[in-house]
């Protein structure tokens, strides 16, 4: 068992947001350097920690526990999308702690954390049946999560249901670019064989190219931002961003604009 599962196992959920900022304090401490800078809690470290599956050399900030694809998004949350700025309700499905505290720290931001068993949720929530409203939130994140939901494309249209129009939602999955269509057989249910065909024990399926088609089938219009390409490789490496993440941007077309724009077209 990790030190992680076994803080989960022991430790009172209420606890964990205190562990994760003394942890993180001690750790940025010991790893305190300039050679790797985390946009995340703009610590700056000698290295960092390793983290996934293969156990990847200087993938986890040592201060708040980002790994690559959370440093990625957060720039592009604020560089592209400004979300420092706009009055909004948030939606944020399985929350990283890491990104449930600077939402938190924003006044403009209405924030919602949910899950299940999601250690830093505020709701319980079943993504695909999610009993809200519908048109209830001004923008969702999603971050590799629906990798782990069998019903996944009830998921997306459970998520595009309760985005407004005129919303945006970011709903990343780890994707192998080599495959055409995504890869799932619900036959495979032992967590080795997981890893061995998805890449991780709780996977459920391996995303292929299709993955726009996917979440256009479920009524969002689709922008894929190839955001790490804008970065040099010196920056790129001192920032530790990963390299095959793309960026999948959906948004919900207004029905009043879509509606005015047919009765144009009729006339």
């Known amino acids: 068992m990790s030190v992680r599962d076994s803080v989960k196992k022991h430790v009172p959920e209420r606890f964990f947001p205190l562990l994760m900022e003394a942890g993180g304090r001690v750790m940025a401490l010991i790893y305190r350097g300039k050679k790797y800078y985390c946009p995340c809690c ?3 470290f000698r290295k960092m920690l390793p983290g996934g599956v293969s156990q990847r050399e200087n993938a986890v900030c040592p201060g708040c526990n980002a790994y690559e694809r959370h440093r990625l998004l957060w720039l592009y949350l604020n560089e592209k999308l400004a979300v420092y700025k706009r009055e909004m309700v948030l939606l944020h499905i399985a929350p990283e702690y890491v990104f449930r505290k600077m939402f938190r720290s924003l006044p403009n931001i209405q924030y919602v954390g949910a899950g299940i068993e999601a ?3 505020d ?10 409203e519908d048109n209830s939130y001004d923008a969702i994140i ?4 629906l990798e782990h939901v069998p019903k ?4 997306m249209r459970e998520l595009h249901r309760v985005l407004k129009p005129g919303g945006w939602a970011i709903l990343q999955v780890p994707l192998d670019l080599s495959l055409e269509n995504t890869y799932e057989d619900f036959t495979i249910q032992s967590p080795e064989e997981r890893l061995k065909h998805f890449g991780q024990e709780d996977h459920v399926r391996l995303y292929g190219r299709d993955y726009k088609d996917r979440l256009q089938d479920a009524g969002f219009t689709v922008s894929v931002d190839r955001y790490r390409e804008e970065f040099s ?3 790129a490496e001192r920032f530790r961003l990963p390299e095959n993440e793309v960026i999948y ?5 207004d029905t009043t604009d879509r509606q005015e724009n047919s009765t144009q077209h009729r006339n």
């Open 42 to 44: 703009q610590g700056t």
């Open 119 to 121: 250690p830093f949720a």
């Open 123 to 132: 709701i319980e929530m079943d993504i695909t049946a999610i009993e809200q």
């Open 249 to 253: 941007l959906c948004t919900k077309t």
């Open 152 to 155: 996944d494309v009830q998921a």
């Open 142 to 145: 999603c971050n590799h999560v």
């Open 233 to 235: 490789p010196s920056v």
